[in-house]
């Protein structure tokens, strides 16, 4: 087992920061707090029914909807604070919006471009 060095006598260790470096620069989101929350909360009831879809075999609406999703998280990456965005603020705010919305809008293409089953 590695043992942690001990910190000297009356000093203590720094806070663990959590905040995304890449986005120490950026101003606040002038959106309120509560639409924050909301935006997020959306994004993430959208994987969640994403997830239903796939398990019952709806697999064209489940990419739809993820898909979906991943665009609206591009919405909630440029417009939502990092520190509310949490996990999912994993880059740079534009690497983050580039990403999610070429990925989503990928799957969003690939759900209407194939046909259904059995047509």
Request: hydrophobic share 50%.
């Amino acid at each position: 087992m590695s043992e942690q060095p001990a910190q000297p006598r009356g000093k203590t260790a720094p806070p663990v920061s959590l905040s995304n470096p890449h986005d120490a620069h950026l101003k606040p989101s002038a959106l309120p707090p509560a639409l924050q929350w909301l935006a997020i909360g959306l994004f993430v009831a959208a994987v969640v029914v994403s997830g239903f879809y796939a398990v019952f075999e709806h697999w064209r609406r489940a990419t739809l909807l993820l898909g979906g999703a991943l665009v609206w998280l591009t919405v909630v990456r440029l417009t939502c604070d990092s520190s509310r965005v949490g996990v999912l603020a994993v880059r740079s705010r534009r690497f983050d919006a580039c990403f999610t919305g070429i990925l989503g809008a990928a799957m969003v293409f690939m759900a209407f471009s194939i046909d259904a089953l059995g047509s």
